[in-house]
């Protein structure tokens, strides 16, 4: 190599991402690219995201400061404590875990050539993801769907992503909101701000089951609390006040709010519990396709394709 030549210039894949996903700590977390209500001072984050946070923050935080005290001087179990803050550390860690982990992201073409992991990636796959050695996509979709993928490989349910120019493995697809596609793709929810694929599935799970064991234990507890007579404002020296009322009203209604959303996620539980038995992602119900080959939940996670912190020559970005 010619010491006087200057060295490409290489830096992280996170720094060039043009997904919709955006990337945290030094590319060590990733988040999806919901795009609806967006707030610019929280980062982006969207409207439904926030209303999730909201959902389990405030109910949290009202059943330990006021429900939680009275709740212990009418002897209630000394397990009610510890289940609650149990319990809220496994949603609020649930939750973190499926907003911020890779779902299962396949990178796209530009990327894999610049990292140079085209070989590795189809160690790991068991293909190659790019499609024949020495063709490269013509920009038809129709034309590339015919000579990128085999008849072995289309046959098996490979298909061709036009906008990622992969060849993605059965059952992945291409998320519009996050402008990737993903392993073992079931649906992008705004609610995580994040898509919901094969490595955080069961991130998902877990998040709605512990979620609805949380609401279980602080919805009703604040319901009686505020629902009652005028003893809790007495204990907060508002009693017969104006204020006490639209307090203890607000609450209420604050309350009746999150048990509706709550009786929502009981049902959105139960219907990914018949999904989990019957091996299917929602993708593949809504659209009435079979194409199950693994356990949704049980399954493995598989490889993790996308590594933020490779380096990449920025000349063939450019």
């Given amino acids: 190599m010619d010491p006087m030549r200057p060295r490409p210039a290489r830096s992280r894949l996170y720094q060039h991402w ?49 429900a939680l005290p009275r709740l212990q001087r009418q002897n209630v179990s000394p397990l009610l404590l510890p289940s609650f803050l149990l319990l809220f550390s496994a949603t609020v860690a649930s939750l973190l875990a499926t907003c911020c982990s890779d779902p299962g992201i396949i990178p796209p073409r530009r990327f894999v050539l610049a990292t140079g992991s085209r070989t590795h990636l189809a160690e790991l796959l068991g293909y190659d993801l790019l499609g024949p050695r020495g063709q490269e996509p013509c920009g038809d979709p129709c034309l590339d769907a015919a000579s ?31 402008d990737h596609c993903v392993l073992r793709y079931d649906h992008h929810c705004p609610f995580v701000n994040n898509c919901v694929g ?19 234990i602080v919805l009703p ?33 604050g309350c009746v709010a999150v048990v509706v959303a709550a009786l929502m996620l009981v049902m959105l539980w139960l219907y990914h519990l018949w999904l989990v ?18 356990p949704t939940l049980l399954g493995t996670r598989g490889p993790r394709l996308l590594r933020p912190l490779d380096f990449v020559d920025e000349d063939s970005l450019a």
């Fill in 198 to 216: 094969q490595r955080n599935y069961h991130f998902f799970i877990i998040f709605t089951t512990v979620a609805i064991f949380l609401a279980i």
């Fill in 277 to 294: 038995f019957q091996g299917k992602t929602t993708k593949e119900h809504r659209r009435r396709l079979d194409l199950q080959s693994e």
């Fill in 221 to 253: 507890a604040i319901l009686w609390t505020f629902s009652g007579s005028e003893s809790e404002d007495e204990d907060s020296g508002t009693a017969g006040t104006s204020q006490g009322s639209w307090y203890r009203w607000a609450v209420l209604l």
């Fill in 148 to 178: 990128m993928v085999s008849e072995q490989l289309r046959a098996e349910g490979y298909r061709w992503c036009h906008t990622c120019q992969i060849v993605r493995p059965p059952r992945a697809s291409h998320c519009k909101d996050c």
């Fill in 18 to 66: 043009r997904g919709k996903s955006r990337f945290y700590c030094a590319g060590r977390c990733i988040t999806g690219g919901e795009g609806e209500c967006p707030i610019a001072c929280l980062g982006g984050l969207s409207c439904a995201s926030l209303a999730t946070w909201i959902c389990i923050l405030l109910p949290s935080a009202l059943f330990f400061t006021v």
